[in-house]
Nanobody
Framework: HVQLVESGGGSVQAGGSVRLSCVTSGGTEDGFYVAWIRQAPGKGREGVASIYTGTDRTYYADSVKGRFFISADNAKNTLYLRMDNLKPEDTAMYFC????????????????????WGQGTQVTVS
């Protein structure tokens, strides 16, 4: 029933910055677990950043820590991912995903934990 719609992807030069947005409907971000998960061609889906909106607890993959920043605007039902100092290896389709009903922890970066998914937005770094 929950719907997620990503936007903000595009092409950017290495070292540049992009902010992705994910607008949610049919649910609530209050007390929700939401994540940004990416998939590059020929690779599996990789959780890069996640946030529990009840406490703003966040988790980041080591590959993006210090460069990517996740946040949620609960009033606007919108999830954001600010990506700085982008590298070619960041090129991927980026999805937002969500779930509810579990305590926060490192599981939040596992893509298999999420049951609501957006359509994805492509980020290409050259």
């Amino acid at each position: 029933h929950v719907q997620l719609v990503e936007s903000g992807g595009g092409s950017v030069q290495a070292g540049g910055s992009v902010r992705l947005s994910c607008v949610t409907s049919g649910g609530t971000e209050d007390g929700f677990y939401v994540a940004w998960i990416r998939q590059a061609p020929g690779k599996g889906r990789e959780g890069v950043a996640s946030i529990y909106t009840g406490t703003d607890r966040t988790y980041y993959a080591d590959s993006v820590k210090g460069r990517f920043f996740i946040s949620a605007d609960n009033a606007k039902n919108t999830l954001y991912l600010r990506m700085d100092n982008l590298k070619p290896e960041d090129t991927a389709m980026y999805f937002c995903a969500a779930r509810a009903g579990r305590g926060p922890g490192s599981w939040m970066l596992r893509e298999s934990e999420y049951n609501y998914w957006g359509q994805g937005t492509q980020v290409t770094v050259s």
